[in-house]
């Protein structure tokens, strides 16, 4: 396999960046970004970037915090499911689970009504942690309580099953509240590739998961408007509307994770629609994609990972050239010092995986290398196996 070494490179570089940011402050969330990416970083090179300390010292910075939640992104989960991973890369049995398995589970069975069914910060993060869980009973006990829930909280219409978003204070202040979203961060396409790995990965859990993903699939495929340049709009309510060329919220995001439900169901239709969203995204002009920043979450890095992987996993023609267009856009912009990020507050420094440069660095060491990545499970874009138990 042929490494590029000018974005092998740049991916360190923009390692860097944020390891200078991280081990400058005590961010427990930031500190299991650094140990994932110290982790890809090791497999993908063969050298040690120190996984296992940055991982400790995350471990260190939750205990010592009060009220810490069972989020994928940012809480318990996340630092089970580094841990898991670097066990498992490693080749030896992971330890000291017995806390986060308890505050995973115990989210699950009483999940919060005001808590949405999506992936960074909800029932679906919680879901990722058990399927990749090596004791396949608690594998088994996780799942069957986060499919008790999304059969409870999803919604039913003509068209099948699918995910609608709660009415919480944050919902109603960006005017999302009630929202039909499709995307794979918050909307149903999340859920048919979380579907999708229960329904492969766990025989007892197998056929309740079928059944919901089947409903699902048959939601999300129709769905489609093939409008601005996308296959996917964001929203049922908006589907007229623009939609970015990202993972969170758009035709990247939606194409992996119908690729993980034609893997496990062998639905021709899923992957056609799949590949077509691949070929919209690598087609469209920069000017549409609604692209400002450098993240992975909806900037220039989520193109740079996609790029690769619709060569690789969906033989889309063209997309390793739009991979490498994004790269040396992120290139770019790293000439005139540390990237900056666009958020809530503006243009700011951002040093973590979904929204800033461990993300970035991330995803250019995935488009040099080809080394799959682990955090596939972080963005629903893969199946996601259990480690050996």
Sequence with gaps: MTTNHGWLRLARTLYGDAEETITAEPNASLRLDLALA?????????????????????????????????????????????????????????????????????????????????????????????????????????TAEVLDRVAERTKHDDNGRFVQLGTSEARIADQSAGARIIGVAHGTAGLVSYLASAAAADPAQRPRARALLDECLRWLLRQRNGGHGSVFPHRVETRYAPTRATWCSGDPGAAAALRVAERATGDRAAGEVARAAARAVVHRPDEDTGVVDGCVCHGAAGLVWFGRFASDHLGTAGARGDSAHWAKRLARWREAGPLIYFGPAGWVRNASFLEGDIGAALALLYAATGTNPLWSDLLLAAPITAAPG
Excluded: N
């Excluded at 497999?43 to 010592?64: N, V």
């Excluded at 066990?87 to 689970?97: D, F, K, M, P």
């Design 38 to 142: 110290a982790l890809e970083f090791s497999r993908a090179t063969g050298e040690d970037f120190g996984a296992e300390g940055h991982l400790r010292s995350a471990l260190d910075l939750l205990r010592a915090q009060s009220g810490v939640g069972p989020w994928l992104y940012g809480g318990a989960a996340q630092a089970g499911w580094v841990a898991i991973r670097l066990a498992e890369s490693r080749g030896t049995a992971v330890s000291g689970l017995a806390a986060i398995d308890e505050t995973v589970l115990g989210w699950a069975t009483d999940f919060p009504a005001e808590r949405d069914i999506d992936l960074p910060m909800g029932l679906l993060g919680l879901g990722v942690y058990g399927l990749a869980h090596p004791d396949p009973g608690y594998r088994e006990k996780l």
